[in-house]
T-cell receptor, first 114, second 114 residues
Framework: SQQGEEDPQALSIQEGENATMNCSYK?????LQWYRQNSGRGLVHLIL???NEREKHSGRLRVTLDTSKKSSSLLITASRAADTASYFC?????WGGGADGLTFGKGTHLIIQP | KAGVTQTPRYLIKTRGQQVTLSCSPI?????VSWYQQTPGQGLQFLFE???????NKGNFPGRFSGRQFSNSRSEMNVSTLELGDSALYLC?????????????FGPGTRLTVT
């Protein structure tokens, strides 16, 4: 079953604008990870944020985590055409110790218009 | 450092046959996880191997099995293929055991069952 649910399912913006996508999950987590996938290829790890962290940055990416609301957001600033991809959040159950592996949401499909 | 490699990249099999997929992790990585990606179910965790032992397993039937060799390379096998097994199979490696760490994904093997 899906633990994380991304919102929106699809997002189309102009190049240079910021893109924000959200992820909600249902149960306590150990960490939350964001991945990017280009057109049915392998996933690329973007950021890992642990349950005791609230915000992390990596280049143009900013991830926040609100464990009280069981939600996370990924912000991509100054978007580029190369950012066009599907973005997934993945969670690890706090008690599972990895027993269920990473649980992925269905993803947000981001399209950057030139 | 070379990335995760998967072979073959594409495969077409007939219902009832069996298939073996191969994954070579990043050098030095000892954990290999397998995922199935379909349009309907999204990304689902199959199993994880570390030091030649299956450490975690997802909710898949016994037709799905795997193994890991002493050089950390892994194979997964699907027996008695069904049409619903058509999917992109992704393998991911990480340095330490468990999926609490960032996963490095391969490009995937696209399996079509006819």
């Amino acid at each position: 079953s899906q633990q994380g649910e991304e919102d929106p399912q699809a997002l189309s913006i102009q190049e240079g604008e910021n893109a924000t996508m959200n992820c909600s999950y249902k149960t306590s987590i150990n960490n939350l990870q964001w991945y990017r996938q280009n057109s049915g290829r392998g996933l690329v790890h973007l950021i890992l944020i642990r349950s005791n962290e609230r915000e992390k940055h990596s280049g143009r990416l900013r991830v926040t985590l609100d464990t009280s609301k069981k939600s996370s957001s990924l912000l991509i600033t100054a978007s580029r055409a190369a950012d066009t991809a599907s973005y997934f959040c993945a969670t690890l159950y706090a008690w599972g110790g990895g027993a269920d592996g990473l649980t992925f949401g269905k993803g947000t499909h981001l399209i950057i218009q030139p | 450092k070379a990335g995760v490699t998967q072979t073959p990249r594409y495969l077409i099999k007939t219902r009832g046959q069996q298939v073996t997929l191969s994954c070579s992790p990043i050098s030095g990585h000892r954990s290999v996880s397998w995922y199935q990606q379909t349009p309907g179910q999204g990304l689902q965790f199959l199993f994880e191997y570390f030091s030649e032992t299956q450490r975690n397993k997802g909710n898949f039937p016994g037709r799905f099995s795997g193994r890991q060799f002493s050089n950390s390379r892994s194979e997964m096998n699907v027996s008695t293929l069904e049409l619903g097994d058509s999917a992109l199979y992704l393998c991911a490696s990480s340095f330490a055991q468990g999926v609490a760490y960032e996963q490095y994904f391969g490009p995937g093997t696209r399996l079509t069952v006819t």
